[in-house]
T-cell receptor
Framework: QKEVEQNSGPLSVPEGAIASLNCTYS??????FFWYRQYSGKSPELIMS????GDKEDGRFTAQLNKASQYVSLLIRDSQPSDSATYLC??????????FGKGTMLLVSP | DGGITQSPKYLFRKEGQNVTLSCEQN?????MYWYRQDPGQGLRLIYY???????QKGDIAEGYSVSREKKESFPLTVTSAQKNPTAFYLC??????????FGSGTRLTVV
């Protein structure tokens, strides 16, 4: 059974701080990793994808992947109240569907 | 603009009634998916389809049915056999090993 684990939170950070969101996965053969942002009552929106070990940066977002530790993280620099949302980690292991974690709620206070 | 369109946005179902949720995409994606999301829960896969005229059951297919007669369309029917259908339903599509693109969702409520 493929599993993707995330701390449900909420993770509370002050405005301007770095938010660190973590995700572990069980399938060592996993190949592709994604982070989605979901605002309350809305559908998930893809914000980052990462396919190889290391860091990938896109604006204020950095995705980090460590396949040996089966760990993927998302860093949000200079957090803004508009970043307050639930962040879903998703993993593709070569099967036809993504496996999603249950998400971590992030709260950024002004 | 390319995207996925789900309709209706809100849907109310009476006991014993079948309802159909629409999902249309113009992204030319091969694969399409239906997920259900309950409050505080993750996404649970209902059905998915990788090519036209073919689809597979997901983790919670009981009480649901789908069809894939066109590449662009993947409607989901919630049948009367689904005893607890109140949820947020999400349709998604993808191509290759890329992430999914989601529609805006349909919120179904039993009245």
């Amino acid at each position: 059974q493929k599993e993707v684990e995330q701390n449900s939170g909420p993770l509370s950070v002050p405005e301007g701080a770095i938010a660190s969101l973590n995700c572990t996965y069980s399938d060592r053969g996993s190949q592709s990793f994604f982070w989605y942002r979901q605002y309350s009552g809305k559908s998930p929106e893809l914000i980052m994808s990462i396919y190889s070990n290391g860091d990938k940066e896109d604006g204020r977002f950095t995705a980090q992947l460590n396949k040996a530790s089966q760990y993927v993280s998302l860093l949000i620099r200079d957090s803004q109240p508009s970043d307050s949302a639930t962040y879903l980690c998703a993993v593709h292991s070569g099967y036809s569907t993504l496996t999603f974690g249950k998400g971590t709620m992030l709260l950024v206070s002004p | 603009d390319g995207g996925i369109t789900q309709s209706p946005k809100y849907l109310f179902r009476k006991e014993g009634q079948n309802v159909t949720l629409s999902c249309e995409q113009n992204l030319n994606h091969d694969a399409m998916y239906w997920y259900r999301q309950d409050p505080g829960q993750g996404l649970r896969l209902i059905y998915y389809s990788q090519i036209v005229n073919d689809f597979q059951k997901g983790d919670i297919a009981e009480g649901y049915s789908v069809s894939r007669e066109k590449k662009e369309s993947f409607p989901l029917t919630v049948t009367s056999a689904q005893k607890n259908p109140t949820a947020f339903y999400l349709c998604a599509s993808s191509t290759g090993g890329n992430g999914y693109t989601f529609g805006s969702g349909t919120r179904l409520t039993v009245v």
